[in-house]
């Protein structure tokens, strides 16, 4: 877990969400669309790293099956000058859902989309084609947890074999 001030931030590992962090911040990222925000620890990593005008929209169903509102005000509590996170609560790949975040976007395109939550292939390439279509030509797109049995094939399917503007 990472920790700042004795407060956890993120159950992620140190070892994977630092370098993933220090990437964001050599690429001058700006804007995440994060789906799954769990206890809300990751968006904060994210908008850390990026800094000062960071947007983060995270997706997550209402509670009991999602995000906490304990967590959703603590993370509110927790951003940083200069910085906006909002939660959007819905099913991801519900097209509301998908509406509200284009809404929040305003004009802007993601630089990032991080995917962490029901970690099924159905669900991860779900997202992945719902939010893709936000995304900068370059922007990166990030699959938590990979290494599952239920996600591994998906990911050594999609690794080199999507085309850049993810048509």
Not at 6 to 16: F, H, T
Not at 39 to 60: F, H, N, P, Q
Not at 76 to 93: D, I, N
């Amino acid at each position: 877990m990472i920790r700042a001030q004795d407060k956890c931030l993120s159950a992620q590992y140190l070892e994977e969400i630092g370098p993933f962090c220090d990437l964001l911040r050599q690429a001058h990222a700006k804007t995440a669309i994060e789906v799954g925000a769990g206890e809300c620890g990751t968006a904060l990593l994210i908008l850390a790293a990026m800094g000062y005008g960071g947007l983060v929209i995270s997706v997550d169903l209402p509670e009991p099956h999602g995000t906490a509102l304990k967590w959703e005000n603590e993370a509110l509590g927790a951003v940083g000058p200069g910085q906006t996170w909002k939660l959007v609560r819905g099913h991801s790949r519900d097209e509301k859902t998908v509406e509200a975040v284009a809404a929040e976007l305003v004009d802007r395109k993601a630089d990032l989309l991080f995917v962490d939550a029901e970690h099924t292939e159905e669900a991860a390439l779900g997202d992945y084609r719902a939010y893709g279509r936000f995304l900068q030509p370059l922007g990166m797109t990030a699959f938590h947890d990979i290494c599952y049995h239920k996600l591994w094939p998906m990911w050594n399917h999609l690794r080199g074999s999507v085309r850049v503007n993810r048509s």
